[in-house]
T-cell receptor, first 111, second 113 residues
Framework: GENVEQHPSTLSVQEGDSAVIKCTYS??????FPWYKQELGKRPQLIID?????GEKKDQRIAVTLNKTAKHFSLHITETQPEDSAVYFC??????????FGGGTRLMVKP | DGGITQSPKYLFRKEGQNVTLSCEQN?????MYWYRQDPGQGLRLIYY???????QKGDIAEGYSVSREKKESFPLTVTSAQKNPTAFYLC????????????FGDGTRLSIL
């Protein structure tokens, strides 16, 4: 199956700082790259996604960048707020029509 | 109000017992998924279905079974063969397949008595 890794596994930032989470994948046929946010005990929710024909996408304080050659995509959160504290997961699709989630990144935003 | 409904929210299983987790969606999505999440871990795919009466095993299908008799419903049975069933189970759906955003239910927390 596809190998999906996220780094870092935990990230602590001060309120107002930026946070960057990286997801590397192994299947060059992947063409859909979403990021999900999961608050403690709750359902994951899609926060941003990108397709392989686009290099960057931005939605207010959140952006995703994609490097298909290097097989990684990153989540960027600017001006972090305490409510951004959660676990973030990447989940690229793959040619085998399967889904592999990354192990997650726990983001803590300190007021 | 469209969405995915999972029930029950909490479930307890006795030794040797099969239990069934319900997942219903009214989003008119073709694809549905079941995931297992252990504490502090990511989501692992158990089964998924892209069309009625068809489903495929994910990475950890052993000890689980599913059915997809209706587009709206994708129940998961945790059989007695699953020796470590304690986990948070999440159901999801997407419009057509793995290239679309997934919408998740609120999950079922399963524990062993």
């Amino acid at each position: 199956g596809e190998n999906v890794e996220q780094h870092p596994s935990t990230l602590s930032v001060q309120e107002g700082d930026s946070a960057v989470i990286k997801c590397t994948y192994s299947d060059s046929a992947s063409n859909y790259f979403p990021w999900y946010k999961q608050e403690l005990g709750k359902r994951p929710q899609l926060i941003i996604d990108i397709r392989s024909n686009v290099g960057e996408k931005k939605d207010q304080r959140i952006a995703v960048t994609l490097n298909k050659t290097a097989k990684h995509f990153s989540l960027h959160i600017t001006e972090t707020q305490p409510e951004d504290s959660a676990v973030y997961f990447c989940c690229p699709n793959n040619a085998g029509n399967m889904l592999t989630f990354g192990g997650g990144t726990r983001l803590m935003v300190k007021p | 109000d469209g969405g995915i409904t999972q029930s029950p929210k909490y479930l307890f299983r006795k030794e040797g017992q099969n239990v069934t987790l319900s997942c219903e969606q009214n989003l008119n999505h073709d694809a549905m998924y079941w995931y297992r999440q252990d504490p502090g871990q990511g989501l692992r795919l158990i089964y998924y279905s892209q069309i009625v009466n068809d489903f495929q095993k994910g990475d950890i299908a052993e000890g689980y079974s599913v059915s997809r008799e209706k587009k709206e419903s994708f129940p998961l049975t945790v059989t007695s063969a699953q020796k470590n069933p304690t986990a948070f189970y999440l159901c999801a759906s997407s419009i057509a397949g793995t290239g679309d955003p997934q919408h998740f239910g609120d999950g079922t927390r399963l524990s062993i008595l």
